[in-house]
């Protein structure tokens, strides 16, 4: 967990993170159902514990809306699962599914997080290709 918006006590969603396996730490995107309302208030409450002034993620990959005055942001030391539908820059169609206590936030690491934190060079070089620019493989 790295946020959450909503009010001081209850969740509207929680804004998830994971560790590339180069180390960043890169939103992944928010859940906003599979909470009860007493699941909502219980968040809430620890969340307001560990919270925090700033975003504890790496720069250039923050949620696009930092403005928002119910943005809520923690230190990430709290692990949960969710189920999604499928993973394209951000979590697609998220669940909530509850906390884990044992797990550790150091060991959830997601691998496709590389591939897109390297997207960019990769887009460069596909566009230069594009433009009938040598590459610098051939």
């Known amino acids: 967990m790295c946020g959450w918006t909503g009010s001081p006590t209850t969740v509207r969603s929680l804004l998830l993170g994971a560790l590339s396996p180069s180390g960043e730490l890169v939103y992944l995107g928010d859940v906003g159902t599979g909470f009860t309302q ?7 409450v620890m969340l307001t514990g560990i919270a925090s002034a ?45 906390f884990r206590t044992d ?25 230069q290709r594009r433009k009938g620019r040598p590459s610098s493989s051939r």
Not at 38 to 44: H, I, L, M, S, Y
Not at 113 to 125: E, Y
């Open 54 to 98: 700033d975003h504890p993620f790496t720069a250039g990959t923050t949620p696009n809306r930092t403005g928002s005055a119910h943005l809520r942001w923690v230190t990430p030391i709290l692990v949960g699962t969710i189920e999604y539908r499928e993973f394209h820059r951000r979590v697609r169609h998220p669940s909530w599914k509850g």
């Open 103 to 127: 797990k550790t936030p150091g060991k959830v690491v997601w691998p496709e997080l590389d591939a897109l934190c390297c997207r960019t060079t990769d887009s460069r070089r596909d566009v």
């Open 38 to 44: 007493r699941q909502r208030r219980e968040a809430a």
